[in-house]
T-cell receptor
Framework: DGGITQSPKYLFRKEGQNVTLSCEQN?????MYWYRQDPGQGLRLIYY???????QKGDIAEGYSVSREKKESFPLTVTSAQKNPTAFYLC???????????FGPGTRLTVL | GESVGLHLPTLSVQEGDNSIINCAYS??????FIWYKQESGKGPQFIID?????DKRQGQRVTVLLNKTVKHLSLQIAATQPGDSAVYFC??????????????FGQGTILTVHP
């Protein structure tokens, strides 16, 4: 999966709890991204980061938060404000913003 | 915002046939396009890309064609194999626009290859 790891592969949480999804890359890429994928759907951008300590909202940022304290790490927190958090979450990185993106294996989050 | 879409949501072919997956895009300013393959439960895998200064680009068993006049992108897979069965996404990016760096993905086409 191109040097990008996401953990865990499956995650279960109770409704109302915040949960943080991990994303680490060893590709020395500057840009990182978080996408959400629902069954039978394409990818929708949640947040992206061009460089350390900087990040921008994507198309569906409500109910999510991110941080970029280290170049190799871009964790995503799914907060209780996210109305429908059950989905497949994909992290990606690229050498620069706009270049080819490499994806991690994904985390499937199920909120019970 | 503008989006990328696909003509056919599913495609079934016999092993050994050639496959053609189509994609229409609406942003005429898009200048970079990528095809990804996603197997069940996995992250998308890069197949091939093309920039708008090209009409055709070939890889191993795959060819991407870009028709800017009608804003159409296609992925051709030669001698399709069962291992090619997956969902295929096209994605586009406008390098000079306010959405720079943000890939816009199509809905995807499910390719099923029958032995």
């Amino acid at each position: 999966d191109g040097g990008i790891t996401q953990s865990p592969k499956y995650l279960f949480r109770k409704e109302g709890q915040n949960v943080t999804l991990s994303c680490e890359q060893n590709l020395n890429h500057d840009a990182m991204y978080w996408y959400r994928q629902d069954p039978g759907q394409g990818l929708r951008l949640i947040y992206y980061s061009q460089i350390v300590n900087d990040f921008q909202k994507g198309d569906i940022a409500e109910g999510y938060s991110v941080s970029r304290e280290k170049k190799e790490s871009f964790p995503l927190t799914v907060t209780s404000a996210q109305k429908n958090p059950t989905a497949f979450y994909l992290c990606a990185s690229s050498a620069l913003l706009g270049n080819e993106q490499f994806f991690g294996p994904g985390t499937r989050l199920t909120v019970l | 915002g503008e989006s990328v879409g696909l003509h056919l949501p599913t495609l079934s072919v016999q092993e050994g046939d050639n496959s053609i997956i189509n994609c229409a895009y609406s942003n005429s300013a898009s200048d970079y396009f990528i095809w990804y393959k996603q197997e069940s439960g996995k992250g998308p895998q890069f197949i091939i890309d093309i920039r708008s200064n090209m009409d055709k680009r070939q890889g191993q068993r795959v060819t991407v064609l870009l028709n800017k006049t009608v804003k159409h992108l296609s992925l051709q897979i030669a001698a399709t194999q069962p291992g090619d069965s997956a969902v295929y996404f096209c994605a586009e990016n406008e390098s000079g626009g306010t959405s720079y760096g943000k890939l816009t993905f199509g809905q995807g086409t499910i390719l099923t290859v029958h032995p």
